[in-house]
């Protein structure tokens, strides 16, 4: 899809349509966040600075393979299935916000810290957090990406997804939320 501005003209240039949510990218994940927010009845736009879809995949063109991939600090595993679990919290947020006239969220910054330390002691003790590699963020052709790091979460799917269920359940208490839409 090409880029389109958030607030787009109708066809006669008069009247501009707003949107409840904005996608950043139509990658797998983004396009299931598109289909479960309309599912919520929320307007939606999805922004892609490619000419198509697919996301990561689309952009490295794997042979014969058209899936996103995890973001950082996200269970390593059955990679759709984790990526739906992502999506269905992060839906859950968004309804949260919705529900309470909320427009803005981010982490508060002791949640991250926790998060960050939880995640490198997982990693800890595995061979692979050990070695230069891409697993590692490791890439000798480009230049600051030599210093290792976790990418992802190796703490086992069913771990991550008690942290993420117990968050959504305690109403989000990791993260301060923006104004209220104005009335």
């Known amino acids: 899809m090409p880029a389109a501005p958030a607030v787009e003209p109708d066809a006669d240039d008069k009247v501009a349509t707003r949107h409840d949510a904005i ?35 689309y952009w490295n063109r794997y042979p ?57 002691e997982a990693a800890s003790g595995l061979l692979f957090s050990q070695v230069n590699s891409w697993q590692t963020g490791v ?10 790091r976790v990418l992802g979460y190796y703490g086992g799917a069913v771990r991550y997804r008690r942290i993420t269920q117990e968050v959504a359940a305690k109403g989000y208490q990791e993260f301060v939320f923006g104004l209220t839409k104005p009335a």
């Open 139 to 148: 890439n000798r052709n480009v230049e600051g990406r030599q210093v290792r």
């Open 23 to 57: 996608i950043i990218g139509a990658g797998i994940a983004g396009l299931y966040q598109l289909y479960r927010l309309r599912e919520l009845g929320m307007r939606v736009r999805v922004f892609e600075a490619g000419t198509g879809v697919g996301g990561t995949w």
């Open 64 to 120: 014969g393979a058209r899936f996103d991939i995890l973001g950082p600090h996200t269970a390593r595993g059955n990679i759709p299935r984790n990526i739906e679990e992502i999506v269905d919290w992060v839906t859950g947020l968004v309804k949260h916000m919705w529900d309470h006239d909320l427009t803005r969220v981010e982490p508060r910054t002791e949640a991250v810290d926790f998060w960050a330390t939880h995640v490198n």
